[in-house]
């Protein structure tokens, strides 16, 4: 993706809903009935920088400037993406320093993490369709920031420390938040200052 030099950079941050695929088209499926964030966005020349599953929700950035679509979207950027699960059961603080230290996963020991128990979020929006609730098994939320960006990863980190997850909802992305974007809303994002490199000729003092 390549931005006309005389074009402004853009950023959009959007409230991705549930059961709405990260892109514009459903190019592997013909005739295919899921969504897409062409339904939601109507602006030439932005793209997600990054993806966010199908079945989790919050906050997604676009833009049409290609370098900050790669500082947002490549791991080795160890950009913070703050996420809210809902989880089965009660994580003790056991658990929650596991997922501290770093959970040990069929693609290897995930870096560390910031965890914590979170109280049940007073304005966020009802899921559509609802979670399946168990009345044998109670639920609570987890505040959960991470650096990397492998698949379906905060997942498969509440699960192996024994408390899936039922409701996944990213809250934040490096400096940017959600704020009070409700499903399918967007607004303009502010625009980074690109990263400052020292020049070679620098002493360090």
């Not at 959007?14 to 964030?37: I, M, Y």
């Not at 990863?153 to 400096?175: D, F, Y």
């Amino acid at each position: 993706m390549r931005r006309d030099a005389n074009q402004e950079t853009r950023v959009i941050l959007l409230n991705k809903p549930f059961g709405v695929l990260s892109q514009f088209t459903d190019k592997g499926n013909a005739g295919s009935k899921r969504r897409t964030l062409s339904e939601l966005i109507d602006i030439p020349g932005v793209y997600p920088a990054g993806r966010l599953d199908q079945d989790s929700e919050g906050l997604m950035i676009l833009t049409n400037d290609g370098r900050l679509q790669h500082r947002i979207a490549n791991p080795a950027n160890k950009m913070p993406k703050t996420y809210w699960a809902q989880v089965e059961g009660i994580p003790d603080e056991a658990a929650l320093q596991r997922l501290r230290d770093g959970v040990d996963l069929s693609d290897g020991l995930t870096a560390p993490a910031k965890a914590s128990a979170l109280p049940a979020p007073e304005n966020l929006w009802p899921r559509v369709p609802p979670i399946r609730f168990r009345k044998s098994v109670p639920d609570s939320w987890i505040e959960l920031t991470i650096t990397e960006g492998r698949n379906r990863q905060v997942r498969r980190m509440t699960a192996a420390v024994g408390h899936p997850t039922l409701r996944l909802v990213r809250v934040r992305i490096g400096e940017w938040e959600l704020g009070n974007l409700q499903p399918g809303e967007w607004r303009e994002g502010h625009v980074p200052q690109p990263p400052k490199h020292r020049s070679r000729g620098s002493l360090r003092h």
